[in-house]
């Protein structure tokens, strides 16, 4: 079973909200939001859905929690982005 992607509509959408090229956080909020990652505790159970995935074994209710882990982590890493490009724009004093 392949692994599991969001639709792309949904990453286009949080693309045009956040706007993660745009450098328009304060510092404060920008090193707060850099900060935001999953536990390792939600790494581990992202890791054994992924593996039940791959193997086949997946329930549909383990497939819906990793769909939203996908989203979640979709989301997250835009937000980190736009915090990258707002703490470098703020380093390079332009």
């Given at each position: 079973m392949?692994?599991?992607?969001p639709?792309?509509?949904?990453?286009?959408?949080?693309?045009?909200?956040?706007?993660?090229?745009?450098?328009?956080?304060?510092?404060?909020?920008?090193?707060?939001?850099?900060?935001?990652?999953?536990?390792?505790?939600?790494?581990?159970?992202?890791?054994?859905?992924?593996?039940?995935?791959?193997?086949?074994?997946?329930s549909?209710?383990?497939?819906d929690?990793?769909?939203?882990?996908?989203?979640?982590?979709?989301?997250?890493?835009?937000?980190?982005?736009?915090?990258?490009?707002?703490?470098?724009?703020?380093?390079s004093?332009?």
């Amino acid at each position: 079973m392949p692994a599991i992607a969001p639709p792309a509509i949904d990453v286009q959408i949080l693309e045009e909200v956040i706007s993660p090229d745009q450098p328009t956080l304060t510092a404060p909020v920008a090193r707060a939001v850099a900060g935001l990652a999953f536990s390792k505790t939600q790494i581990t159970e992202i890791q054994r859905l992924l593996d039940k995935n791959n193997a086949g074994t997946i329930s549909n209710r383990e497939r819906d929690k990793l769909e939203s882990y996908t989203r979640v982590g979709n989301f997250l890493n835009l937000l980190r982005a736009k915090a990258r490009v707002t703490l470098s724009h703020q380093k390079s004093g332009s």
